[in-house]
């Protein structure tokens, strides 16, 4: 009998213990930002963020709200700035999108589209305006690889060409400038990028 009841204890004292655990696939909030990426703003003016929008289809999540949202714009200074949009899902993922923005003194009249090409090979490059200052070129290597970019007109020589993601990776510009006369444009810069190589391409208005 006292076996019996020894047993019984032991028994009765014994816990179940259940390993519980959830399986999270990793899902990144996808991010719209509202209006253009790439705008300018004149020297001494004010910029007016349109915003961004965020949602995650996997998580459900469809009107998040950005967790940060900086930038680093000098208003009194030309050159380009960057405002920063993050988000993070319910999950803890993050995302992180860019606008950039170019203060610039440049006159909105002034204008620099055409057909530029390249004076090494004679490849074309197509540039068009998108605001004051602000452009964009449908091959910046003047190259076979076409890739595109968006690059501002600081003075009346220098040009910027940001750091910016395109199809082959994120890409720059240096020595970037630009002569204007009234029988020639001349465009020029050095690409900084892992498909290119490191010569100064030099490019003609036609």
Not at 45 to 63: C, M, N, P, Q, R
Not at 76 to 87: A, E, H
Not at 92 to 103: K, Q
Not at 127 to 136: D, I, N, Q, R, S
Request: proline fraction near 3%; charge should be neutral; aromatic fraction near 10%.
């Amino acid at each position: 009998m006292i076996a019996i009841a020894m047993l019984f204890v032991a028994v009765g004292c014994k816990k179940k213990i259940e390993n519980v655990s959830e399986t999270v696939t990793a899902s990144y909030p996808v991010i719209v930002i509202s209006g253009s990426q790439f705008v300018s703003m004149p020297v001494g003016g004010t910029f007016v963020d349109a915003g961004s929008t965020a949602h995650d289809s996997l998580t459900k999540e469809y009107s998040l709200q950005p967790i940060s949202v900086t930038n680093d714009i000098d208003p009194t200074t030309p050159g380009f700035y960057t405002v920063q949009y993050k988000y993070k899902n319910m999950y803890g993922y993050t995302s992180t999108a860019t606008r950039f923005v170019l203060v610039t003194n440049i006159n909105a009249s002034f204008d620099y589209s055409g057909t530029y090409l390249r004076t090494a090979n004679g490849i074309s490059m197509n540039v068009t305006k998108v605001a004051a200052g602000l452009y964009k070129t449908d091959n910046v290597g003047g190259s076979t690889l076409v890739v595109t970019a968006y690059f501002g007109q600081l003075d009346d020589s220098t040009l910027v060409v940001p750091s910016q993601p395109t199809s082959a990776g994120d890409l720059y510009c240096d020595n970037s400038k630009i002569v204007a006369s009234s029988s020639d444009t001349v465009i020029s810069w050095k690409v900084i990028n892992a498909s290119f190589g490191t010569a100064l391409r030099t490019f003609s208005h036609q």
